[in-house]
T-cell receptor, first 112, second 116 residues
Framework: ETGVTQTPRHLVMGMTNKKSLKCEQH?????MYWYKQSAKKPLELMFV???????ENNSVPSRFSPECPNSSHLFLHLHTLQPEDSALYLC???????????FGSGTRLTVV | AQTVTQSQPEMSVQEAETVTLSCTYD???????LFWYKQPPSRQMILVIR??????QNATENRFSVNFQKAAKSFSLKISDSQLGDAAMYFC?????????????FGKGITLSVRP
């Protein structure tokens, strides 16, 4: 399989649940990203990882906890979320500053 | 901070006609990259075209071309011979040329519909 793969595609969770989103890239890229896409808002960058090291955290609430065990895998651990956290969460990867960023199909998250 | 502005929320085009989607950006950098991404209902964000700021020549990919005006900080996308499959949301994006792996900054997007 090639490209960026995200699982699950859809997730419904209660505010007291703990769940994780998974992202895997098969492109040999060294940077991975989490973006949040809400209705009628621009895509918001959440986290950036370069060579497994977090290089950017865009003031994301601590109820979102990223994990990057290696350059090919990225997780987003979720706990005690709020209904306003419902959105499409997109994972992406890139090789270097001049390259384009490749996206996964996203996880549609609904918090009830 | 860099910003990307897409002022038109929606546009419509007749099949086989040409449409232009507008985008402006603001930056103090001289080295950067610009992109147009397409997001169909499948949600996959697909790269349509990219432009390096240091290149004066406008990028072209088949029916897609850009009009890059660096001084005016404008980066519009022209779609020629529009097809039904072009219907999607289109996002303009900016990427800094500094740093090993810089983030993409997106505009709000524009919804393009194609009339048969």
């Amino acid at each position: 399989e090639t490209g960026v793969t995200q699982t699950p595609r859809h997730l419904v969770m209660g505010m007291t649940n703990k769940k994780s989103l998974k992202c895997e890239q098969h492109l040999g890229h060294n940077a991975m990203y989490w973006y949040k896409q809400s209705a009628k808002k621009p895509l918001e960058l959440m986290f950036v990882y370069n060579f497994k090291e977090q290089t950017e955290n865009n003031s994301v609430p601590s109820r979102f906890s990223p994990e990057c065990p290696n350059s090919s895998h990225l997780f987003l651990h979720l706990h005690t979320l709020q209904p306003e956290d419902s959105a499409l969460y997109l994972c992406a990867s890139s090789q270097d500053k001049s390259g384009s960023v490749t996206f996964g199909s996203g996880t549609r998250l609904t918090v009830v | 901070a860099q910003t990307v502005t897409q002022s038109q929320p929606e546009m419509s085009v007749q099949e086989a006609e040409t449409v232009t989607l507008s985008c402006t950006y603001d930056t103090s950098e001289s080295d950067y990259y610009l992109f147009w991404y397409k997001q169909p209902p499948s949600r996959q964000m697909i790269l349509v075209i990219r432009q390096e700021a240091y290149k004066q020549q406008n990028a072209t990919e088949n029916r897609f071309s850009v009009n890059f005006q660096k001084a005016a900080k404008s980066f519009s996308l022209k779609i020629s011979d529009s097809q039904l499959g072009d219907a999607a949301m289109y996002f303009c994006a900016y990427r800094s040329g500094s740093g090993a792996n810089s983030k993409l900054t997106f505009g709000k997007g524009i919804t393009l519909s194609v009339r048969p």
